[in-house]
């Protein structure tokens, strides 16, 4: 629990810090509030951290001396710019002491529930095993022919490399999706204090209901909670789907005072100010399909969103070119050297070399995760084959029933939020209705899982309730009227009541303080046996195909008789071949 604190607090200052830099060098001068510009950067920054993190472990591991050095060095760029320390400081004094206390509780409550034992199966299969890899040899060539899990390639692996350091075991695999949690909580409790001071803007309603619809989820839920308690980066995909509309709200108004601008000046194009803030979809939309594969709809959609602010402007659509291949590169590069296909499993351009998996291999995996109509065997004879599989579908889960009634009320919805909002006034209804819809066609398409797409199943119910909160004007219902004296409450009476609310919170979710003070409990246990083929020793699970914290090298299954180090006098860091 301390080591998550304080790793949580050295990863959100370097990544506010990066942020800020990045919204001046571009320049956006967008998101005026300072919570709104605190958290905008402290996502964008994490966002560029992770690939940076991921292109160097090309190069190098990703150890934690090369972590601190990197986030030092980073940092200290931005912070030469005067721009970027004028920013900072300004968003920080803007803070008060209630803020830092607020702050502190929902970090050191988020801490007790995340820093449990990690249950997640894919966990055990491969997550950490990427992770310590990264963090001990960085990218490995062939090591996809040890375990193909590992080329799941992700650059959250690579940013969570150097918060696991060898010296700790395995008992921090969970530190990034624990920080996510954090930060999504804190950006919804500042959004929820706009709407109770009554300054509430439509963005803040929906950060609000997107964290209702889906945070709770992740805590009271045994599956989700699962994912939650784990390095996966499902987590961070869900996270951004919402990240990315709440910016594309935050963006709508500054583009209408851009275009006002534009008219009373006779048509003359925007400032560049004013025109390069539809970057920041993009960037967070190129850092989730970097996290997993399941962004693509978050990049698509940010990807004409910029084209379509920037049609006409042949310099900024080379620059969101540039910056797409700059923040891709690493993934395709990292995909590679470890497995030779640049997008597994996909088979797209898998390379023919002595290291790589075929691109028979890659079809089969794909054909494993999306062909989910065979995941239930053979219908009946008399079956209908589609109502069969879908009925079978249904019975894995209740959210998948949730899933089908909101793909079911899709088309409605839509029709119900374009007759009651103004498109011509805030056009960033369409881009969220654009990426709820193309999403979930994607994820029915591919694999219909809750944790895979539960981004794109909420966007549309929160964007109906924000709808219905911003034109009932519901920031003067009641409810707020009765909730708005918590905020004249002495400071010693609000805290120590929120004191006893967390108390209340851990006792009743199984946190064990006492274990987890310092750090979280160890991966689950698995008897391993040493192995042999050709020049590798490996070890081998005893009755299980997940690894958990084993010694490296772990393979899930006995290796092919073909496979051999590449390089024996280098060991493992020169990877793995087949002959």
């Avoid at 439509?202 to 994912?227: E, G, H």
């Avoid at 084209?307 to 995909?335: E, Y």
């Avoid at 053979?378 to 894995?396: F, G, K, M, R, Y």
């Avoid at 090298?553 to 290796?559: D, T, V």
Wanted: aromatic residues 12%; charged residues 10%; contains cysteine.
């Amino acid at each position: 629990m301390l080591y998550f604190l304080l790793s949580w607090g050295l990863l959100l200052s370097t990544s506010f810090v990066t942020g800020i830099g990045i919204l001046t060098l571009f320049p956006i001068d967008n998101f005026s509030r300072s919570g709104d510009r605190f958290f905008i950067s402290a996502w964008l920054g994490l966002v560029v951290l992770a690939n940076i993190f991921l292109a160097i472990a090309l190069v190098i591991p990703l150890s934690p001396l090369i972590g601190l050095l990197v986030l030092g060095l980073i940092t200290g760029l931005a912070l030469r710019l005067s721009p970027v320390r004028t920013n900072a400081v300004n968003i920080l004094l803007q803070v008060s002491d209630r803020w830092l206390l607020i702050g502190a509780l929902i970090a050191m409550g988020t801490a007790s529930l995340t820093s449990k034992q990690v249950s997640w199966f894919d966990t055990g299969l491969y997550h950490f095993g990427a992770i310590r890899w990264i963090a001990d040899y960085g990218a490995v060539p062939g090591i996809a022919l040890l375990n193909n899990g590992f080329a799941f390639v992700s650059s959250w692996f690579a940013l969570a490399a150097p918060f696991n350091p060898g010296f700790l075991g395995d008992r921090s695999s969970a530190i990034l999706n624990g920080y996510l949690f954090f930060l999504v909580l804190l950006q919804g409790s500042v959004a929820a204090h706009y709407i109770l001071a009554k300054r509430a803007v439509k963005s803040d309603w929906f950060i609000v209901i997107y964290c209702t619809l889906t945070l709770p989820l992740f805590v009271f839920t045994p599956f989700l909670s699962a994912i939650l308690i784990s390095p996966s980066p499902d987590l961070p995909v869900i996270l951004i789907t919402g990240i990315v509309a709440w910016a594309t709200f935050s963006l709508s108004q500054q583009q209408q005072n851009c275009h006002t601008q534009a008219t009373a000046m006779l048509q003359t194009k925007c400032s560049n100010w004013c025109c390069t803030d539809a970057m920041i979809p993009l960037v967070l939309g190129l850092g989730a399909v970097t996290f997993k594969l399941n962004g693509l709809p978050i990049v698509a959609i940010a990807a004409l969103y910029y084209i379509a602010h920037n049609w006409d402007k042949p310099t900024q659509l080379a620059l969101g070119a540039g910056v797409s291949l700059i923040l891709l590169s690493p993934l395709l590069l990292f995909g590679i050297v470890t497995s030779g296909c640049p997008l597994y499993p996909s088979s797209w351009m898998c390379a023919a070399a002595p290291w790589a998996l075929s691109s028979q291999q890659a079809a089969h995996a794909l054909a494993r995760i999306n062909g989910w109509q065979d995941w239930f065997g053979s219908p009946p004879s008399d079956a209908n084959v589609w109502l069969w599989t879908l009925s079978q579908w249904l019975q894995i889960s209740h959210l998948n029933k949730v899933m089908l009634i909101l793909v079911i009320i899709a088309i409605p919805s839509t029709i119900w939020i374009l007759k009651k909002t103004n498109i011509r006034q805030n056009a960033a209804e369409l881009w969220i209705i654009a990426l709820s819809l193309l999403g979930m066609g994607f994820i029915f398409s591919q694999a219909p899982l809750i944790r895979f797409g539960l981004g794109y199943f909420v966007l549309l119910p929160t964007l109906i309730l924000a709808t219905v909160c911003t034109h009932g004007n519901l920031s003067n219902s009641l409810v707020c009227q009765l909730v708005a004296p918590i905020n004249q409450l002495p400071k010693a009476l609000m805290f120590g009541a929120l004191f006893i609310i967390s108390l209340t919170v851990i006792n009743f979710s199984g946190i064990q303080l006492s274990q987890q003070l310092v750090m979280p409990p160890q991966l689950p246990t698995v008897k391993v046996n040493l192995m042999q083929v050709n020049n590798i020793q490996y070890f081998l699970p005893e009755n299980s195909n997940k690894c958990w914290g084993s010694p490296l090298p772990c393979a899930p299954q006995q290796l092919n008789s073909d496979v051999w180090l590449r390089n024996p006098e280098t060991g493992l860091r020169g990877g793995f071949r087949r002959r």
